[in-house]
């Protein structure tokens, strides 16, 4: 079992090297500079049948070759970006503005961070992997195509500042506009202080006791069941991923009531 936790990795779009495990396979006789580290290391775990989490924002585990090579060896794959702080704090605080529907205006976030993770992505071709993967929280949650009164007109901005003397204590802060009946405005502050690896932990751990489970459960292919540890979670086909904590997390507990033989949770008194 392989749980990705490495620096992020500067953007890059997918080619037709990641088009398919024999494209792949020959861009790496050929030394690629498509090729990513992170890439080699999820073919190289997916062709020993080793399962492979993606913590970090990068595209490898939702490439077609990475995909199809899980599928083929009956491996389960997972990603991607680890949901820990301020995009942690967006997802439990989203869902909360959308059952009341309350309108959002605009989201601003900046992070302040000083380890390793906040000296990489100073970098803006780093940043904008990670910058991806926080700005796509929001859609999925509030679904402006359905709701375009409430949540069709966002400016939601997302900012990344070093700053060393922070170290691993992470601080998020969150300026939230927001209006409720008749219009009127109103605002939420939120600011997280939070140290980064005791957040990322727990989730390393439980994706090693659950990707485990998955394979001898005789799982393949991408774990959408999984999407509650990531920020960027992958759906298991053309359907949009769920960007929503609760529904994940009731996702994540009725899989494995179904593994266990127990009907899933429903919340209807009936039966």
């Known amino acids: 079992m392989i749980v990705w936790c490495g620096s992020t990795e500067a953007y890059q779009e997918p080619s037709g090297v990641h088009a398919s ?19 080699i290391y999820a073919y190289a775990a997916l062709q020993c049948d080793v399962p492979f989490a993606n913590g970090a ?31 942690l704090m967006k997802t ?62 966002i400016d939601h901005v997302v900012r ?7 170290g691993d204590n992470k601080e998020g802060w969150d300026a939230i506009d927001i209006f409720g009946w008749l219009g009127y405005e109103m605002q939420i502050k939120v600011d997280f202080l939070c140290r980064d690896s005791i957040l990322a932990a727990p989730i390393v751990l439980d994706l090693a006791l659950f990707m485990d489970l998955a394979h001898r459960a005789g799982e393949s292919g991408v774990q959408e ?28 507990k009725n899989t494995l009531r179904e593994w266990m033989g127990e009907k899933p949770v429903t919340h209807s008194e009936a039966g």
């Open 21 to 39: 495990v024999a494209a792949f396979e020959q861009g790496l006789k050929d030394n690629d500079a498509n090729i990513a580290p992170s890439q």
């Open 225 to 252: 069941w999984l999407s509650f540890y990531f920020k960027a979670p992958q759906a298991a086909g053309a359907r949009d991923a769920e960007q929503d904590i609760f529904i994940q997390q009731t996702k994540l």
């Open 160 to 166: 990344i500042n070093y700053y060393p003397p922070r």
């Open 57 to 87: 924002p990068n595209l490898t585990t939702d490439l077609d070759c990475i995909v199809e090579l899980s599928k083929q060896r009956n491996v389960p794959i997972a990603g991607k970006d680890f949901k820990t702080g301020q995009t």
């Open 92 to 153: 439990i605080l989203a869902p909360g503005l959308k059952s009341r529907m309350l309108g959002l205006r605009g989201w601003y976030s900046t992070n302040i961070l000083g380890n390793r993770d906040g000296e990489v992505l100073d970098a803006p071709e780093n940043f904008k992997t990670k910058e991806m993967s926080k700005l796509g929280v929001l859609g999925g949650i509030l679904q402006p195509e359905v709701y375009p009164d409430l949540y069709g007109n």
